[in-house]
């Protein structure tokens, strides 16, 4: 592959100290990206597809899996506009997607309800 | 614009190099499956960076490879994947057409069992259509069913 390469063990400030810089490495974002409420794609890196299971259930397929499922702790992270917000779905196992839900906030006459929202979603773990 | 030879690089390597060299390409079609006769109807949507990566060649690994990590997490004592180096030094696959690719994208994204056996009952579980074919508005999504009109013939497959 011909692209240029630093290898480095270590970043060092002249003040502030030094990062090792596998923090780096691990800690950026594997998987990202924005979807319409029908699960289609319009940024994204490291996914192949989207799936829209049912209203506000979505199933977001990586191209490099991940090391751990999601019941693991490998992965994580979620965010949505408006009123909605995201959670872990019941069967969020494989290392390789995640299902994740558009719910309304839960109110105080009972939990949330699934509903179609558009998401944006990183992701961080160790790649397999 | 020629792919560098990519068999032992990092997967991850891949696609950083694919987002910053390929266009991405939004598929006008849609794969509608049913997983089960009490869930509606699931539509899978390709993403546009993958399918450049697709229809470019030289990036993805072959589907098995995904199959023997499905394999590996389908184990009761599955904690972390030990074989994802196959996803990295297996030879990449050759460029595909749009039509090749929704055919990988099923084999990796869709459950075994819909893809597998998609024509065995009196209708298909599973149909490549045209995003126009679908709803125009997502009023009912919970009732969306492939149609009962469909056989399970060449003239679905084709």
């Known amino acids: ?128 | 614009m020629e792919t560098p030879q990519f068999q032992g690089t990092h997967l991850f390597d891949r696609l950083c190099w694919a987002k910053e060299n390929l266009e991405p390409h939004q598929s006008d079609y849609r794969v509608v499956y049913e997983d089960s006769v009490d869930e509606c109807a699931k539509i899978l949507v390709p993403d546009p960076n993958w399918m450049a990566c697709a229809l470019q060649g030289g990036i993805l690994p072959p589907v098995q490879v995904y199959w023997e990590l499905a394999k590996d997490e389908a184990q009761p004592d599955f904690v972390k994947h030990t074989r994802g180096h196959l996803l990295h030094n297996t030879k990449p696959v050759e460029a595909m057409t749009e039509e090749q690719a929704l055919e990988y994208l099923i084999m990796k994204d869709c459950p075994q069992h819909v893809w597998r056996d998609w024509d065995s009952g009196n209708k298909p579980k599973l149909v490549i259509c045209r995003k126009e074919q679908l709803p125009a508005t997502r009023e009912w999504r919970n009732a969306w069913k492939i149609s009962e009109e469909l056989a399970t013939d060449e003239t679905v497959a084709a």
């Open chain 1, 1 to 128: 592959m011909a692209l240029g390469k630093i290898k480095a063990d270590t970043l060092e400030h002249s003040t502030a100290g030094s990062l090792d810089t596998k923090f780096v490495v691990r800690g950026s974002a594997k998987v990202w990206l924005r979807s319409t409420d029908a699960a289609v794609l319009t940024q994204s890196f490291n996914v192949s597809s989207g799936t829209d299971n049912n209203p506000g259930n979505y199933t977001y397929a990586f191209t490099n899996s991940f090391n751990y499922s999601a019941d693991h702790g490998g992965i994580g992270a979620m965010a949505g506009p408006d009123n909605a917000y995201f959670r872990k779905a019941a069967n969020n196992g494989p290392a390789g997607s995640l299902q994740v839900r558009g719910v309304t906030a839960p109110g105080t006459g009972g939990g949330p309800a699934g509903v179609d929202t558009e998401c944006s979603l990183t992701i961080h773990g160790d790649l397999a």
